[in-house]
Structure formats: C-alpha cells, structure tokens
C-alpha cells in the first residue's frame, strides 16, 4: 500500500465520526457553491476543466472558500490519481516518493493530480521538488494558498501555473449551504430533525467573514445544543424512532443557541499574512482621504481581531508625520499621546486613544510637503554625499582651521536687522535648491507667508551687502 493511498472506508460520506464540514464537501461542479467568476459558464477555469486542459493551478483565496474541494472535483472530473499533500507535515522524502510514483504512473496512463494544502508553507528546496516534474507533465499541481503567490511562492514555480483568485462566499451563499445540510439525510443533520429559521442561519452566516467551513461549525456545534421538544403525555425527550402519533416537532436552533454556539466571533486576520497590510493600508488610505468614519471602521476591524495595539499605534504616528505634517503641527503630538495612553493603560482601553488619534487625522488640514521634501533630499544625498560643506558654515577651534579659511565670511544671523543673512548654505552644485514647498492649508499657509517674507529680507540683505560685525558661533 502506497503511503499516500487513502484508508479504506476512512471517507465514506456517511461516517458521522467526520466534521460536518468534511462531510458535507460538495462532489460535482454542480453542488459547488460560490466562485462563479471561474466556475460558471463559459469562464475561464470551467472552460479549462470541460477541455480537461487545466495544467498546473495556485488557488488563492481566505479559508473555507472551497479551495480543497475545487481541487478535489477538478481531478473527479479529469479522472485523475488525486494525492493530497499538507505543506505543514510533507518533507522532501515524502515530495521525492511521490514524485517517483506519479512518473511510473504516466508511463501506464495515468494522470496524478498533486494537491498542496497551505503550498506557501513549502520552503524553496521544496517547492523546487516540483519544478521538473510540473515540466515534464508527471503531474498536474493544485496548491492552495491563503497567502499572496507573488510573495510566497517561487517564480520559477509560480510562472509555470495558472492562479486563480477565490473570493469570500456572501452571506446568501453560506445560507444556502447550511440549510443544505439542516435536510441532507445522507451526509448533513436531517436525521437530526432539526428546524432553524432563515433568520437563525443568517445571524451565523453573518459571523463567518465568508468561511463556510466556519459557518459549518457553527451550526454542527448548534445542532448539539438544541433540545428536543417534550412529549406532551409522558415528557420523555422525543424518540425519532416513535414518529407519530403526538410525536413533538423538530428541534428549533434558536438566536440564543446560536450566540452560546458561536461565543466570539472570528474575524479573518492573519497579523503577519496580506490581510495585516490590506487593513492598515486601508486605515492609512480613508485618514489621508479624510474620512473619520472608514478610519474609524478599519481600525476596528485590526484592534478587535487581535492586533497589536503598539503597531497601530506606530502607524498613526507615521499617518500625522507623512500626510498632516506642518499643516497641523499638534497631530503628532496627538498620535504621541495616544502611543503612550496604549502603553500606559493597556486594552482595551487604549482603543478609545487610538480612535481619538485617527479621528483626529482624518479631520485636520493635509499635507505631504514636508514627505516630498524630505524625499527630494534623499534622492539629493545619495548623489552628492561627497560634496564638501563650504568652508564659512565650518566650525574653526583650532588656529590651524582658521588659517584654512574655516568660518571665513560666516554671518551671525542675531546680529542682522531681520536676523537672516544672504549666506549660501548648501554645497555649491545644490545652490538655490528649494526642497520644502508648504500648502495653503492650516499652519501651513502662515509657514509659507513666512518664507516669503524670509525670501524678502534675504534679498534685502544682499542688496545692502554683507553685515557688520562678525561673530563667530
């Protein structure tokens, strides 16, 4: 027996030792709920299967979105040797064993269809097990990924498959999966004699961010928790064996059921996966765009799954330095004080500091001037970072420096009417690069009133020539 061949009876659709989830796996395209975009008709991974011309995919999707069972039907489909990997247990043994067994199948005929839970787990020694074999045709490679390919998987791997994107089922969906299992007596509950209103199955569905396998669990923790209806005679708990005669109604799955089934929901959240950098992308994108409401909504949506309070913090920090900067001064001092009330009183009360320091943000004048600007002199740095600093800005301690000319025609700016001199001081291929350009918006705009009174004097200044006297700093 292979090691990978599966126990005999271990699947059978009909061991209620298994997960309802498992068992209520969908086995044709038919039953397969959701993922219309690939799977409907005419588009584009339906059409591949219906040629059998699938090659090697990458299925990218959150949990529960049928990645699995895809996979499982594609190789139904194209009569296929299905073998399933899990990336958390397999090594290169295992991939080389494997391996070796699909070629000697191919030479018979057979096609191998080689399917890799969580592929992203797979180091790159690995993943590159698989590259001659995906070449040659030995086999066909299934992965499926929670996580970006782009970043997790290798190119040389990922340019020789097709990825596919699978989206969250919709609440409609995940309904329609779950009362298929309330009445499926073969494979579901419906030898349970179980009821639960469409509402019941929505508050669920409501809890699951688009995982129907959550949603399954749920409701397989529900069904055990529902109690059957007494006999009106005797008040025996109902006997499914009896069946008539004053026989009660099924068990109801009510709201409160389903709340002590459910206890706190979960929300999709992987701190160190894509999900981490959508949210606080999109917390920074709705702070820049001015809208509190949405800044307000995507830090919810990390603080209560879990994140780290400090890094959102950090972030926020970041938001009032790059997108407010000088146009508001005060909102970092803002952000700061929010970053020390997290630190000092913890969660989750910090989340109300938090809260005042994105709303904050949201509200106050933008500006990335000061960001471009500092960009600018960046880019500058690392093509003159050689560049000598002239010699009236130098500091001249010593009588050997002063003999070099150090400090020489420095103008003490205390001692101008107007305290600013006409003095260069950039180095001399940088002279008159202007770097901040300041807003009309909040302080901003009386910071650029200012520079331009700035610009005035120190053109006064030139015109009257240098002042007198000269003071060392």
Request: charged share 25%; hydrophobic share 35%.
């Amino acid at each position: 027996m292979s090691l990978f061949q599966p126990i005999p009876n271990a699947g059978s659709a009909a061991d209620a030792t298994r997960p309802l989830a498992d068992r209520m796996r969908p086995r044709t395209l038919e039953e397969y709920v959701g993922q219309e975009h690939l799977i409907g008709p005419g588009k584009p991974l339906r059409t591949q299967v219906d040629r059998d011309d699938t090659g090697s995919l990458i299925f990218w999707g959150p949990p529960g979105t049928g990645k699995t069972t895809l996979a499982k039907i594609i190789a139904s489909m194209t009569k296929a040797e299905f073998i399933e990997f899990s990336a958390v247990l397999a090594g290169i043994k295992e991939i080389k064993h494997v391996m070796a067994d699909a070629e000697r199948a191919r030479q018979y005929g057979t096609r191998t269809i080689v399917f890799i839970d969580e592929i992203h787990r797979f180091n790159k020694a690995q993943q590159d097990a698989f590259l001659p074999h995906v070449e040659k045709g030995n086999i066909r490679l299934i992965g499926a990924t929670t996580e970006n390919p782009s970043f997790e998987i290798n190119s040389a791997l990922l340019s020789r498959c097709r990825v596919y994107v699978l989206k969250p089922l919709t609440e409609d969906q995940i309904v329609l999966l779950l009362r298929r299992a309330l009445t499926d007596r073969g494979r579901g509950l419906g030898n349970m004699n179980l009821a639960a209103s469409d509402d019941v199955l929505k508050k669920i569905a409501s809890y699951t961010s688009g995982d129907a396998r959550s949603g399954y669990n749920v409701l397989e923790v529900a069904a055990g928790l529902a109690k059957p209806p007494l006999l009106a005679k005797d008040a025996r708990p109902f006997d499914s064996a009896q069946g008539k005669n004053g026989a009660p109604g099924p068990s109801e799955i009510t709201d409160e059921i389903v709340r002590d089934a459910l206890q706190k929901r979960t929300l999709l959240y992987d701190k160190s996966g894509e999900e981490h950098y959508n949210l606080i992308s999109a917390l920074h994108k709705s702070v820049r765009n001015s809208d509190p409401d949405a800044a307000l909504y995507w830090l919810g949506r990390m603080l209560e799954a879990g994140e780290d309070p400090l890094y959102v913090a950090r972030r926020v920090v970041r938001m009032a330095v790059e997108d407010i900067g000088l146009a508001d001064p005060n909102a970092l001092s803002l952000c700061m004080a929010a970053r020390d009330a997290v630190d000092f009183i913890g969660m989750p009360e910090g989340n109300l500091a938090l809260a005042e320091a994105v709303v904050y943000l949201s509200v106050a004048p933008k500006s990335n001037a000061l960001y471009t600007a500092y960009g600018d002199v960046q880019q500058d740095v690392e093509q003159t970072a050689a560049d000598s600093v002239p010699l009236h800005l130098r500091n001249a301690p010593t009588k050997l420096m002063k003999g070099l000319g150090y400090g020489q025609g420095y103008q003490y700016a205390h001692d101008l009417e107007g305290k600013v001199a006409d003095m260069q001081c950039l180095p001399d291929n940088l002279s008159g690069r202007v770097y901040y350009h300041p807003t009309n918006e909040g302080v901003e705009k009386r910071i650029r009133e200012r520079m331009e009174e700035i610009k005035r004097q120190r053109s006064r200044a030139s015109e009257s020539g240098p002042a007198q006297p000269k003071k060392e700093s």
